[in-house]
């Protein structure tokens, strides 16, 4: 049914940590590699090695440049289903193939009953949903819900394929409807935040944001320092060097 | 948002054909014509025959048309489920009045009583349209009061249109019908006007900053694409027209589908009959092609909130 569960026993959800994310696709690809195989098999590309390859894929890591005028800094960006507490994609599907799991909030649809009307991918403010034109019907993130339960999956790998493949950390799974749970200890240390909270989607999903980067314009050698000048020779490229460190 | 042709032909040809049906029905109960199976015929296959069409179009985007009448199960949260529910719900009472008009040429008693369900269920259908479009505050554009009341302006306006071409071809009140038409046409003109005015002078207040959550750090903008070619969701939510274009395709709405139907109608005043009627059909072909380009403008002009994440500067 497309009627959102009252209250959910779990939030099932992801916390992202733009800080120590660095773009290397590794979460995207192993999405795309398990969920080809999994609940909402396949994904489908068109035209992969044509000159127009394109397909459903469920994670995209966007990189977005921040800056205040003077310095600036890169953010690599995962972006996949938030699983949102009230999510309009959910009660726009006329089918009931979209819904909302009531015992641990994960957002779903149902493969065998999706019309591939689309509306649900109008409704989602963050471009979530991809349609699969081979198989007519919408693919999105199942936070891996044939992982999390999967007794047949040793106890280390019972955790979405993006957050088990993150070579960085950047990805924590866990029940953000707990207070005492890790990744809900983490978004309230870190000052974890939703995307487009003023749309009222209430995303499960938290972000972290970047930490205080070192100031450039601080750190840069004063006028009139006398700085040593790297001319060639490798040991005074090495002066040069610590004096630079130094000079931080 | 990228303008679906079936979408555009479902909701210009049934809201066209819902029009034709609230008018049919008045035109039962008020008797603006003589109830005779010729008339009963034309007017029904004419407006149940665009409400179809339109519905077997809309299907046509459908990934799965075969599983189509799962849509109708979601009514309680679903406008899309909804309309679904109200279009199959509205040939009931439509389907009986058209028995009573076309086959037993009587309006009174079950028939006149069917023509009164009808106008509600026809027009509930529209407002159910609209409310796909304006209940999603992911596309300012859509999320807008008058949405829905210009969906039944030119709902209505398209079908006044078509009843004065229907009376004016069995002998009815045409006069009246294309006072009807020139009225509904102009209501139509004005909200739609209203409503360009109202997304051009709304602020588009979120950014790449809000999307992302990074406006601390400072001004946003996008480094890289996650992907080398454009994604289902760049190709579906990122199809944009240009300012220059959009404003010349306003300017043809006004011309097509008001400016040129409202001047024609009139001609059925004092005018021999045949004039009449070539007068309302060129008025009824000229309003299809100003729907068109209105519709197909609703979709090129609406700006989905994702895109931000995908480079564009405000939503």
Redesign the interface.
């Known amino acids: 049914m497309t009627a959102l569960p009252a209250a959910t026993g779990k939030k099932l959800g992801l916390v992202i940590d733009l800080d120590t994310c660095v773009g290397c696709q590794a979460c995207a690809t192993s999405c795309k590699e398990w969920n080809t195989a999994g609940y909402s098999a396949p994904l489908t590309d068109e035209d992969p090695y044509g000159s127009d390859p394109h397909g459903a894929w469920l994670n995209r890591v966007h990189a977005f440049e921040a800056s205040d005028g003077i310095a600036s800094q890169t953010v690599h960006f995962p972006r996949s289903c938030l699983h949102c507490e009230t999510p309009a994609c959910v009660t726009v599907c006329p089918t009931g193939a979209s819904y909302k799991r009531g015992a641990d909030g994960i957002v779903l649809v149902d493969p065998d009953t999706c019309i591939g009307c689309k509306l649900c991918s109008w409704a989602c403010p963050y471009g979530a949903r991809e349609y699969d034109t081979s198989h007519g019907v919408m693919k999105k993130c199942t936070l891996c819900v044939d992982r999390i339960y999967n007794d047949h999956l040793p106890e280390e790998d019972r955790i979405p394929a993006c957050v088990r493949a993150c070579p960085t950390g950047a990805r924590h799974f866990g029940d953000l409807g707990d207070e005492t749970s890790a990744v809900s200890q983490l978004v309230a240390e870190r000052d974890g935040f939703d995307l487009l909270p003023t749309l009222g989607y209430k995303p499960v999903n938290k972000y972290l944001p970047p930490r205080k980067r070192r100031d450039a314009r601080q750190s840069a050698p004063a006028a009139g320092v006398e700085t040593a000048h790297a001319t060639g020779a490798a040991v005074e490229r090495l002066f040069a060097w610590v004096d630079r460190v130094l000079s931080r | ?1 990228h303008p679906a042709y079936s979408v555009i032909l479902f909701t210009t040809a049934s809201g066209a054909g819902y029009g034709l049906l609230v008018w049919l029905a008045l035109a039962s109960l008020f008797d603006w014509t003589p109830i005779k199976s010729a008339s009963g015929f034309t007017g029904f296959g004419l407006a149940l025959g665009l409400i179809t069409a339109g519905l077997l179009s809309s299907t046509a ?5 075969e ?2 009448w ?5 009514w ?6 909804r309309e ?1 529910v109200l279009a199959v719900a509205t040939y009931v009472p439509a389907g009986l009045m058209a028995c009573g008009w076309a086959i037993a040429e009587d309006n009174t008693g079950i028939y006149a009583l069917s023509a009164l369900l009808t106008i509600p269920l026809a027009l509930a259908t529209v407002v159910s349209t609209g409310m ?1 479009y304006a ?5 300012r554009q859509w999320h807008q009061p008058l949405t829905v009341p210009v969906y039944l302006a030119f709902s209505l306006a398209s079908g006044a249109v078509l009843l004065t071409l229907f009376l004016a071809l069995f002998d009815g009140e045409e006069a009246g019908g294309a006072m009807l038409a020139f009225v509904m046409l102009a209501v139509a003109a004005l909200l739609k006007w209203l409503y360009w005015r109202r997304i051009d002078e709304e602020p588009r207040d ?1 950014t ?1 900053a ?5 406006g ?18 760049m190709r ?2 990122g199809y944009a027209v240009a300012r220059k274009h959009a404003l010349k395709l306003r300017q043809a709405v006004f011309l097509f589908a008001f400016a040129v139907p409202a001047l024609l109608v009139l001609g059925v005043f004092e005018a021999a009959p045949w004039i009449g009627v070539a007068a309302a059909s060129l008025a009824s072909l000229s309003m299809a092609l100003g729907l068109f380009v209105e519709r197909w403008l609703f979709f090129a002009e609406a700006q ?3 895109t931000l ?2 480079g564009a500067e405000a939503a």
């Open positions: 948002m985007h459908l990934g799965r048309p599983r189509a799962r849509a109708f199960s979601q309680r949260t679903s406008w899309l489920s679904g796909i209940s999603l505050p992911t596309i979120l790449a809000d999307a992302t959550g990074l601390r750090l400072g001004t946003v903008r996008v480094l890289e694409q996650p992907h080398t070619q454009a994604n289902y969701v579906e939510m989905h909130v994702v994440y995908y």
